[in-house]
């Protein structure tokens, strides 16, 4: 069982950065895919960013490829979103997701979630 607990969503100003940490108790494998996502009102949870665990290999949406930067601590367990450059359309609430199969940027085959931190970004 693995629990993720994200945290540094606030609220900043367009052009503003700002750093996310998801920390994650429990066993995560080198196989573990490690995902970023966020969502809105009305609409579905969007992949962001994405790690493998074990290589540290990323993955980026084309929406915030050049601005956001995903990394992992392996001993902190922590996972990390450095966002850049940020947008009012980046506004949401952004999710820490972990996938025991392996790379995925489909919300739906993510084994656990951590509970959201808002971001928002004021024009």
């Known amino acids: 069982q693995v629990q993720l607990e994200e945290s540094g969503g606030r609220l900043v100003q367009t052009g503003d950065s700002l750093k996310l940490s998801c920390e994650a108790s429990?066993?995560?494998?080198?196989?573990?895919?490690m995902g970023w996502f966020r969502q809105t009102p009305g609409k579905e949870r969007e992949f962001v960013a994405g790690i493998w665990w074990g290589r540290g290999s990323t993955y980026y949406a084309d929406s915030v490829k050049g601005r956001f930067t995903i990394s992992r601590e392996s001993s902190k367990n922590t996972v990390y979103l450095q966002m850049n450059s940020l947008k009012p359309e980046d506004t949401a609430v952004y999710y820490c997701a972990a996938d025991r199969n392996g790379y995925s940027t489909q919300f739906a085959s993510y084994d656990y979630w951590g509970q959201g931190t808002q971001v928002t970004v004021s024009s």
């Open positions: 429990g066993r995560i494998y080198s196989s573990t895919f």
